[in-house]
């Protein structure tokens, strides 16, 4: 007696799919500047992917990289307050930058800054899963990222890997993609 062959899931299976891009992909860190060829590549996949009529979701780091590229503060950590001064230059880079290179497929982006209070406190959370329903609805592409503007450590995801699992939870997602 043999086994039934496994059938492996399809990307063409999933519905709702949330990408989530690490900052080391999204920044080369040695030349201060963003990866165009690759973000481009990855923008093609997500307008194959809407094209498609999925709903897709992008969790993007990359805002404390960006401001700290733009402001050349030298590698190596950085204090809380000049973490949370490079988000806030690096912020409009990042959704900036979405906005860019989905905009070359006709695809408009919206941008979610979020904490973690934001999703454990229900109202918050409900008014936050209420944006990205209305933005689904629009076909907007959501990007979403920490606030880490005003995110402190004890009120921060830690990661946006973290980040990513609780938005596929809040956007009800078929499929979580982390690209660390």
Known sequence: MSLPALSLPRLADFRRIVIKVGSSLLVDQKAGRVNESWLG???DDVAMLHGDGRDVLIVSSGAIALGRSRLKLPRGPLKLEDSQGAAAIGQIA???????VLGRHGIQ???????????EERR???NARSTLGRLLDWRVVPVINENDTVATDEIRYGDNDRLAARVATMASADLLVLLS
């Open 41 to 43: 590549a990855l923008a």
């Open 94 to 100: 990042l959704a900036r930058l979405w906005s860019e």
């Open 109 to 119: 982006t919206g941008q979610i800054l979020v904490t973690l209070q934001d999703t």
């Open 124 to 126: 918050r959370y409900l």
